[in-house]
């Protein structure tokens, strides 16, 4: 893991949810994206009110790369881009950076959301999580 990613948290568990929903929605990113494509980089816990757990990992070159990189053209099983801009960092540069969107068909949608959990997998590359939607 990059010195830098030691400032922030491995994980942040118990978010509230505290709804029902067919899908949930992640703008997200990813820095430091260095590790092999299709390697999974986090997982995102849906824990729901019967007490069930469901488990979706999040898989750098899928669900995203990089947001310093160039994303990949689109297509079946290649990150969305949901946001590209810049920040003062990247303009320096002449840069552009991307977030990403990540759709999550709930397994159990008769049943509420109690909380969610985003868990990093402590690799070199590290997730980024900036809002939560369910729909």
């Known amino acids: 893991m990059s010195r830098e990613a ?3 948290p491995d994980q942040v568990t118990g978010i509230p949810v505290k709804v029902k ?3 949930m929605r992640f703008l997200l990113g990813a820095s430091f994206g260095s590790d092999p494509k299709g390697t999974p980089i986090a997982k995102f816990v849906m824990h729901h009110a019967d007490k069930t757990v469901s488990e979706r990992p999040l898989v750098l070159g899928h669900d995203a ?3 310093w990189v ?3 053209p689109p297509g079946e099983g290649k990150p969305v881009v949901a946001w590209s801009g810049s920040n003062p960092a990247s303009r320096a540069q002449n840069a552009t950076i991307h ?3 990540v759709t ?3 397994p159990r949608p008769e049943q509420e959301i109690e909380s969610l959990d985003f868990i990093s997998a402590k690799r070199i590359t590290a997730p980024f999580l900036v809002a939560v939607t369910v729909v």
């Open 21 to 23: 929903g067919r899908r």
């Open 104 to 106: 999550w068909n709930n």
């Open 6 to 8: 030691n400032h922030f």
């Open 99 to 101: 977030l990403y969107v």
């Open 65 to 67: 790369v990089d947001w």
């Open 70 to 72: 160039a994303p990949p």
